[in-house]
Every structure is written in structure tokens, then in C-alpha cells.
């Protein structure tokens, strides 16, 4: 059974900077690509990071070097470094491994970036 568990929100100061985690298991993670998402109130989900089986990664638009996706493969845990965050970076962010045979979401996790 696929189990994602998501980890290090809360509230930041604008300027400052928050770590993410993302615990999958249950799923063949060696073969999946890993992705963070964020859905702000009223508004799409949308990328904000993605981490492929061999560690490429690609970034939203507006994340303009800020972020920093990694992946610990014996963990199995993916890692969002989320630097000089902004006010409009307050969002659900969302955990999603995808495979082959499987598209698997986590609960989502709130962080504020509000002084």
C-alpha cells in the first residue's frame, strides 16, 4: 500500500527559508519521478518542482533559483530547500510520486509566509 507522508510547513517570515520532505513508501521509489505542487487559496495547483529518477530536476517559472529539489533514495524521501520566500508562497503544497502504474498524492502540507 502507497504511503506519502509530507512534513516541515509552517509559518516563515518573507525573506526567509523552509525545508519539505515527502516520505514515500509502499512504491517502487528508485522509479518514480517526484514532484511538489502548491495550491493557493482560490486558486490552480501548479509545479513548483520535480525530480526525476536520475535527478533531474526542473523548476517553475517563478522559483528563479530559489528552490532546491533533491532525493534520498535509501530514505526514500524527497526534499523541497525553499529559499527567499515570498508572501504569495503561502500555499497547500502537495507531494505527488508518479510511476509507471501509479499517481500518488499526499495530504498537502500549509505553509505561510507572512510577517
Known amino acids: 500500500q502507497v504511503h506519502i507522508a509530507e512534513s516541515g510547513g509552517g509559518l516563515v517570515q518573507p525573506g526567509g527559508s523552509l525545508t519539505l520532505s515527502c516520505v514515500a513508501s509502499?512504491?517502487?521509489?528508485?522509479?518514480?519521478?517526484i514532484s511538489w505542487f502548491r495550491q493557493a487559496s482560490g486558486m490552480k495547483r501548479e509545479l513548483v518542482a520535480v525530480?526525476?529518477?536520475?535527478?533531474?530536476?526542473n523548476y517553475g517559472d517563478y522559483v528563479q533559483g530559489r528552490f532546491t529539489i533533491s532525493r534520498d533514495s535509501a530514505e526514500k524521501t524527497v526534499f523541497l530547500l525553499m529559499t527567499s520566500l515570498k508572501p504569495e508562497g503561502t500555499a497547500v503544497y502537495f507531494c505527488?510520486?508518479?510511476?509507471?502504474?501509479?499517481?500518488?498524492w499526499g495530504q498537502g502540507n500549509q505553509v505561510f509566509v507572512s510577517s
Open positions: 505527488n510520486v508518479l510511476t509507471e502504474v501509479e499517481d500518488c
Open positions: 509502499g512504491i517502487s521509489f528508485n522509479r518514480a519521478a
Open positions: 525530480i526525476g529518477r536520475s535527478g533531474g530536476a
